[in-house]
């Protein structure tokens, strides 16, 4: 079976696609000032245009890992979250305490989701 790897470097790959499966994962990357708040919604606005590279969208992401810095900004992140999933449609997910590669980050997301749907 054959794998999809979109925007691959030596380090890592954009997206992962395998047996209709698509791997990847987001961090901030316009506004790293932003509270947790605004770094969510800059996680999930970069993972529609990811979703969308892959003929999919929101309601067909199966899973999610989310690594916060501080469990403190819970709440924050789970304010963005429930409001940009559709009612019955969020995903199994886990929230992970971690340092994260850049000191700014305060969230990064790893997403699992059906790819060629859309």
Same mark, same amino acid.
């Given at each position: 079976?054959?794998? /999809?790897?979109?925007? #691959?470097?030596? $380090?890592?790959?954009?997206?992962?696609?395998? %047996?209709? +499966?698509?791997? *990847?994962?987001?961090?901030?990357? =316009?506004?790293?000032? @932003?509270?947790?708040?605004? /770094?969510? /919604?800059?996680?999930? !606005? /970069? @993972?529609?245009?990811?979703?969308?590279?892959?003929?999919?969208?929101?309601?067909? +992401?199966?899973?999610? =890992?989310?690594? $916060? =810095?501080? *469990?403190? %900004?819970?709440?924050?992140?789970?304010? &963005?979250?429930?409001?940009? *999933?559709?009612?019955?449609? @969020?995903?199994?997910? @886990?929230?992970?305490?971690?340092?994260?590669? %850049? #000191?700014?980050? $305060? &969230? !990064?997301?790893?997403?699992?989701?059906?790819?060629? +749907?859309?």
């Amino acid at each position: 079976m054959s794998i /999809q790897r979109i925007n #691959p470097t030596n $380090l890592w790959s954009d997206i992962t696609v395998h %047996n209709g +499966v698509a791997y *990847f994962v987001e961090v901030p990357e =316009t506004d790293l000032d @932003a509270d947790i708040r605004g /770094q969510v /919604q800059q996680v999930l !606005e /970069q @993972a529609e245009r990811s979703l969308k590279k892959i003929g999919s969208d929101k309601s067909h +992401v199966l899973s999610a =890992t989310i690594y $916060l =810095t501080d *469990f403190s %900004n819970m709440a924050g992140l789970n304010q &963005v979250w429930e409001s940009w *999933f559709e009612q019955g449609t @969020a995903p199994s997910r @886990a929230c992970v305490k971690a340092e994260l590669a %850049n #000191p700014r980050y $305060l &969230v !990064e997301v790893a997403f699992v989701a059906v790819a060629g +749907v859309a």
